[in-house]
């Protein structure tokens, strides 16, 4: 069973489209996060949302558009997409928000791979 | 804000030589200190952790000191495998922090 899994693990399309990340997660956590991994392996995160709501929301153009249905569920919608776009997306989880925790433990899925041509 | 900084890679060790990553951070009161461990193709995964001044965290002959004197966190393995070869990341979060913040990741070769 996978904890955390998102769809899909690759994505090929042209600049200007619009395209959805779909991510769950079945281990009952409470909080969700987006981040983005770029070309030399750094990570940028760019959302969080604990019980649907949004509290984190880090300098990322409005192109990018979370939603959280439900705690389970986080998938993100970017809209007219541009080469610098590509990049691995993870979406990770945690049992609650991490300000308030300190636990620190994320579980991340494998990545979308999306690449903009 | 909390920062934290690691050597940059690549790191390029033969099969049961000693491996060191250095961690250092910057933050306001003293952050919970994280590695996690990205093998190729894969999201990551908390290796180790220590959440208070000299705890040592410790996994898979993977270890880390938490060293408030010196706001560190290195990790260190005695013999690495090939199997070790991955991207490490450190990270911290603490007290007027909303996120986990990660270091820019170390990329490890192990070779036979």
């Known amino acids: 069973d996978t904890a955390v899994s998102q769809t899909p693990k690759y994505l090929v399309t042209q600049m200007g489209n619009d395209k959805s990340i779909k991510c769950e997660q079945n281990?009952?956590?409470?909080?969700m996060y987006w981040y983005k991994q770029d070309s030399k392996k750094f990570l940028k995160i760019m959302f969080s949302?604990?019980?649907?709501?949004?509290?984190i929301n880090e300098t990322v153009p409005n192109r990018f558009s979370p939603k959280s249905p439900d705690k389970a569920h986080l998938n993100l919608h970017i809209n007219s997409l541009e080469l610098g776009d590509s990049a691995v997306y993870f979406c990770a989880s945690s049992q609650d928000f991490l300000g308030t925790s300190h636990t620190g433990e994320l579980f991340f899925g494998e990545g979308s791979r999306l690449t903009v041509l | 804000g909390n920062s934290v900084t690691q050597m940059e890679g690549p790191v390029t060790l033969s099969e049961e030589a000693f491996l060191t990553i250095n961690c250092t951070y910057t933050a306001t009161g003293y952050p919970s200190l994280f590695w996690y461990v990205q093998y190729p193709g894969e999201g990551l995964q908390l290796l180790l952790k220590a959440t208070k001044a000299d705890d040592k965290g410790s996994n898979k002959g993977f270890e880390a000191t938490y060293r408030k004197e010196t706001t560190s966190f290195h990790l260190e393995k005695g013999s690495v495998q090939v199997s070790d070869s991955a991207v490490y990341f450190c990270?911290?979060?603490?007290?007027?922090?909303?996120?986990?913040?990660f270091g820019k990741g170390t990329k490890l070769s192990v070779i036979p």
């Open positions: 990270a911290g979060s603490g007290a007027g922090s909303y996120q986990l913040t």
């Open positions: 949302y604990n019980n649907k709501e949004l509290i």
């Open positions: 281990l009952g956590h409470d909080t």
